[in-house]
Each structure stands twice: as C-alpha cells, then as structure tokens.
C-alpha cells in the first residue's frame, strides 16, 4: 500500500471528499487518476477534465506511485 502522505502533490483533509487522498487544493480523488488512465485517458484529458488539477501534479503522483512500487519490489 501506497504511503501517500509522501506525496507532495496530494492532501486527505478529513470531512472532505470523506477523507480520500485528493489532489492539493482540490476536491478531485487520486483514484480518480488511475481510473481514467485504465480507461484511455490520456495525462492531458484528465487534467483537462478536471480543472485545477495541474499537469504537475498528476505527473507527481505517476512518479511518486512508480518509486513507490520499485522499492516494494526490492
């Protein structure tokens, strides 16, 4: 499981979103990535789709979630 509370670009404010991880400063779910991503969307649909998520940030958490998985391989 992901730590994401090491992810800069990401926030779980309680009360909001009921507690999900969403994007900082943002009421969109870090799922919600990951959900269009298997479903074809491109990096730029999304942040298309979803104003204020910054192409940044979604490239943060790709980056963050792929370290992540190369550490738990080791």
Same mark, same amino acid.
Not at 12 to 37: I, Q, Y
Not at 56 to 68: D, G, K, P, Y
């Given at each position: 499981?992901?730590?994401w509370?090491?992810?800069?670009?990401?926030?779980?404010?309680?009360?909001?979103?009921?507690?999900? #991880?969403?994007?900082?400063? =943002? &009421?969109v779910?870090?799922?919600?990535?990951?959900?269009?991503? !298997?479903?074809?969307? $491109?990096v730029?649909?999304?942040?298309? #789709?979803?104003?204020?998520? =910054? &192409?940044?940030q979604?490239?943060?958490?790709?980056?963050?979630? !792929?370290?992540?998985? $190369?550490?738990?391989?080791?």
């Amino acid at each position: 499981m992901l730590d994401w509370s090491q992810c800069p670009a990401v926030e779980r404010v309680p009360g909001r979103v009921s507690g999900a #991880w969403v994007f900082k400063d =943002t &009421r969109v779910p870090v799922r919600a990535l990951f959900e269009n991503l !298997e479903g074809g969307a $491109s990096v730029e649909d999304f942040v298309e #789709w979803f104003p204020g998520v =910054t &192409r940044e940030q979604a490239l943060t958490v790709l980056r963050f979630a !792929e370290a992540s998985l $190369s550490v738990a391989a080791t």
